[in-house]
């Protein structure tokens, strides 16, 4: 079992260097020696286990984080949990527990948990990008955020971790890159065996140059497939309705920061006006509660807001741009093709040319050889580099064929998730308004009672209950009013 | 001590009364025992219209109020149908209550809406003549005309009646009554507040009360000015949601009408800001009303300091003229009085003089002594029915302020509601999605 091989690893690891700091990514979780392991608790998803409930917990946890509700051939899941910081003398960081657990015949075992931090995620995902040029690779989240300036603030490491989970759980449904064996060490390796691989493979230098390659290359193509025309156009478009939901939300949160403000000065002058009143002291702290009550639901919903429904936005605005980048790539593959092709007819009508031409006036006339022989000696260089050219074509065909596969592939894949995702997100925003208003009316309703003291008059109460149906009514008529203009 | 008719008020009969008492509507309802006037007549203050007066070729436009009364008591007789309806302007509204503030000084009277429009979101400049700030005028003019009704002693005064009823020369009526000249002078109050040896503690209390009552209400009214404000702007900003989801349904398939669905009720959550602003300004009324009322209680101060005021002077010049006579009978003048120069330089008065002022100051004694007696008990009279009133004007307010707040609580309510609804029907678009 992977469990026992960890606890192995840990013991004959804890002399691994010689100074008093341990990372933990090198030495394993040392609980009694490094005394400045601080354990984040979130909330239930997010708790550590004690190591023997382990697996069954773990395997309750797996089965919710399935995103293919519909797929039965899933062989390979993924999750991300337990945030821990790390505090050395020279930086401070955080770590997830990523667990797996798989019945692919490429894994030695059938389950694996290891630790990871932020920079090891980019370090996958630069290697996904460089492997497989042609296929989406899904977004990480930013490095840093502009909102949440700490770091290590509970919030902060749950937004980072739902990212995080989403990100691996994108790439271990996906046909092509789960089977990554960059995907696999990252899964699998312990700490020191995991630094050793990366330390292997090509720098940022030539990630650097593709990128530019490829910008031009879109900006010359001439006859690119309409398909990717009108796929490369809806990116665009929908990159920037997205764009626009971010800004939207984020000027909603600022005014309903600076009416939280106003309106946690209200509630105390209620109060201090109960202060010089006597029977209507009861009444008016009972307002004042209420306006605190209200004033605390806003908060919920806006910090909530900035969690779970911008912060996912705007990953979806990453994944655009990861869209873009590959549609560039295709579009540099195939400007090779066309190239190639482009190069292979003029050297086919060079070849006519010369064959009807008359090398009387040649250089190698003039340096003596026989017109004849150039004019053969040019026929059989021009046959060669025809040769290969077209086995360049051909090559640069099936690149091609593949890249626009890949890619339509994916892109459905990547829609009907975006669907599923986009569904989920905004249904989350729709309840969390509803639950809301629900707080603030139970507040209000309790104000009354508080109000009129322990009896609240039927008129009142029906007055409550009418207002339910004239709500619901009005709803209907201002949306068939908005739905006909 | 029973709800009594001011004796000292003048009646003045409307031109058009009745020939006998029998006949008099308000002579009836007082014999069937009627407290005040809501009990038996309904008051409206019904449509305002806009009327332009030329002068001097000047035009002046205003508004005039449509004042109605109707007898709702069968059993009170009078000629007619029982009803009435005249036209009103808000400067007319001023002069009744500036004739009631000064003609019963004890009473907390009513306060009038503001001249011009203050707390309201928005921040717009008032135009006295924008529909919505008439409208609110003319609810604010009707409660209170039913508040004067409502009071035992208002309710029976023939100027006020006069207001409701008597369409032609009412305002002749009232400056007929002089009333300005027994209005406290400016000069007198402000004295009055500041040297006053005794105060009653009651008073002192009432005042900070009503100071402390107006600065509270006054930042609850800045404050939700403000709160307006912004919940108006993040309704509207929600409009742009609706207009994104709709953009982005046209380069989407399946997602499309669910999408476009969401969009129209993110529209309706936009404007559904509207009709809760419209009702919050009532609750904002209904306080700046109990904010006025603040300067009819600290009105009602300033007369009872007046009036002590007045009886400490009559006391004063009692205990003055008591000393003189003190030391004249004693005969001793003091060296640096008038008397005293006097026998310095002419020689002390002769027992005769000596006798003939005594018996001048001894009048003058008995005349401050009735004063004093006077003074003392009309303060006495109106601190008892001024806290009567008092008293009356605070179980008011709990039963008003009760109801405004459990108004606002319920408005609060149908919001919520209205939200739970829109956001439920969005939420089930997007489930369709």
Redesign the interface.
């Known amino acids: 079992m992977a469990e026992t091989d960890g606890q192995n690893a840990l013991e004959s690891n804890t002399t691994s260097n010689g100074s008093d700091f341990k990372d933990p990514l090198i030495s394993g979780l040392d609980h009694t020696e490094d005394g400045e392991l601080e354990s984040l608790s979130l909330d239930a998803s997010g708790h550590s286990y004690t190591t023997v409930s382990r697996s069954s917990s773990l395997i309750a946890n797996l089965s919710r984080y399935d995103d293919l509700g519909d797929d039965d051939t899933k062989d390979l899941f993924v999750l991300v949990d337990d945030p821990e910081k790390h505090t050395s003398t020279m930086e401070s960081y955080v770590t997830f527990r990523i667990s797996t657990k798989t019945t692919r015949s490429e894994f030695d075992d059938s389950e694996y948990h290891v630790r990871r931090r932020y920079n090891d995620f980019l370090w996958l995902r630069q290697r996904l990008e460089e492997g497989y040029p042609t296929h989406l690779v899904p977004p990480l989240p930013e490095k840093h955020s502009l909102r949440r300036l700490d770091r290590f603030s509970p919030e902060f490491l749950r937004v980072r971790q739902t990212a995080l989970q989403k990100f691996l759980t994108r790439l271990a449904d996906h046909p092509v890159l789960s089977f990554d064996k960059n995907f696999q060490v990252f899964l699998t390796a312990k700490a020191w065996e995991f630094n050793a691989h990366k330390k292997q493979g090509s720098g940022i230098i030539s990630r650097m140059t593709d990128s530019i390659h490829n910008m031009s290359a879109s900006y010359m193509m001439k006859n690119r497939s309409p398909e990717f025309t009108i796929l490369y156009e ?1 990116v665009q ?2 990159a920037e ?1 997205l764009g ?2 971010d800004r ?1 939300a984020q ?2 949160s600022k ?2 920061s ?2 939280l403000l ?2 946690c ?2 509630g105390p ?2 109060t ?2 109960s202060n ?1 009143e006597d ?2 002291s009861n ?2 702290l ?2 004042s509660h ?1 306006v605190d009550l ?1 004033c605390q639901a806003l908060q919920e919903l806006v910090e909530a807001t900035e969690d779970n429904f911008i912060q996912p936005i705007r990953e979806y605005i990453l994944y655009t741009d990861a869209i873009k980048a590959v549609l560039r790539k295709r579009d540099a593959i195939q400007m090779e093709y066309d190239t190639t092709i482009a190069e292979l007819n003029k050297q086919k009508d060079n070849k006519e040319k010369v064959k009807i031409s008359d090398q009387t006036y040649s250089i190698g006339a003039f340096l003596g050889k026989d017109p004849e022989d150039v004019k053969q000696h040019k026929q059989e260089k021009l046959e060669e580099q025809i040769e290969n050219l077209t086995k360049q074509m051909e090559q640069l065909n099936d690149r091609t064929v593949i890249a626009d596969t890949d890619l339509r592939v994916d892109m459905e894949r990547w829609h009907k998730n975006m ?1 599923k995702d ?2 989920e997100l ?2 989350d925003t ?2 969390r ?2 639950q ?3 707080k ?2 139970k507040a ?2 309790n ?2 009672r508080n ?2 003291g322990k009896e609240v008059s039927p008129e ?1 109460q029906g ?2 209950d009418m ?2 149906k ?3 009514e ?2 209907q008529e ?2 068939d009013k ?2 006909s203009s | 001590m029973a709800d009594d008719e001011q004796a000292d008020v003048p009646r003045y009969l409307p031109e058009n009364s009745p020939g006998s008492p029998d006949e008099d509507p308000i002579e009836n309802a007082r014999r069937a025992g009627k407290k005040n006037l809501l009990q038996w007549m309904e008051i409206s203050v019904a449509e305002p219209e806009k009327r332009t007066v030329t002068s001097l070729k000047v035009q002046d436009t205003y508004i005039v109020y449509l004042i109605e009364t109707r007898i709702t008591d069968n059993s009170i007789q009078s000629p007619g149908d029982g009803t009435t309806s005249l036209w009103r302007r808000y400067s007319e509204f001023e002069l009744l209550r500036n004739y009631l503030d000064i003609m019963y000084p004890h009473v907390v009277v009513p306060p009038l809406p503001e001249k011009k429009a203050s707390y309201i979101w928005q921040n717009a400049p008032t135009d006295k003549l924008d529909p919505e700030f008439v409208e609110r005028r003319r609810a604010a003019l009707e409660i209170f005309l039913l508040r004067c009704a409502a009071h035992p002693q208002l309710s029976q005064d023939r100027i006020f009646i006069g207001f409701l009823q008597k369409a032609e020369g009412w305002k002749d009526m009232v400056y007929g009554t002089e009333f300005q000249s027994k209005a406290e002078s400016k000069l007198k109050a402000l004295s009055a507040s500041f040297r006053l040896k005794k105060s009653d503690r009651k008073f002192d209390e009432l005042k900070n009360y009503s100071n402390e009552m107006e600065s509270n209400i006054n930042n609850l009214l800045k404050i939700r000015a403000r709160m307006a404000d912004k919940l108006y702007g993040i309704h509207k900003i929600h409009a742009n949601y609706g207009r994104v989801y709709c953009e982005w349904a046209g380069i989407e398939k399946e997602m499309a009408s669910p999408l476009q669905s969401a969009g129209h009720y993110m529209n309706v959550y936009s404007q559904s800001v509207d009709s809760q602003l419209e009702e919050e300004e009532q609750y904002a009324d209904q306080l700046k009303e109990y904010m006025a009322f603040a300067e009819s209680l600290r009105s009602v101060c300033k007369k009872f300091e007046c009036l002590q005021y007045d009886l400490e002077r009559a006391e004063e010049n009692l205990s003055t003229k008591s000393s003189q006579k003190e030391m004249l009978a004693q005969g001793k003048t003091g060296t640096f009085s008038l008397s005293g120069m006097k026998s310095k330089l002419f020689g002390s008065d002769t027992p005769e003089q000596r006798a003939e002022k005594i018996k001048q100051l001894d009048e003058q004694i008995k005349q401050a002594e009735i004063e004093v007696e006077r003074a003392s008990q009309e303060t006495q009279d109106y601190v008892d029915s001024a806290l009567r009133d008092i008293d009356r004007f605070k179980r008011q307010k709990v039963k008003d302020l009760k109801e405004i707040f459990t108004n606002y609580a319920v408005m609060q309510i149908k919001q919520c509601k209205k939200g739970i609804a829109i956001w439920t029907s969005a939420k089930d678009c997007f489930q369709k999605m």
């Open positions: 809806y478009s929908f309705k626009v939901l939207i000027r909603v005014e309903q600076d009416y106003e309106m000065e209200w002058i209620y201090l006006w010089s029977q209507l009444p008016l009972a307002m209420a209200s669907r986009m569904k905004l249904m729709a309840d308004q509803v809301y208003y629900e603030c009316l209000w309703e104000a009354i109000i009129q009142i007055q409550v207002d339910t004239d709500s619901q009005s709803i201002s949306s908005s739905s």
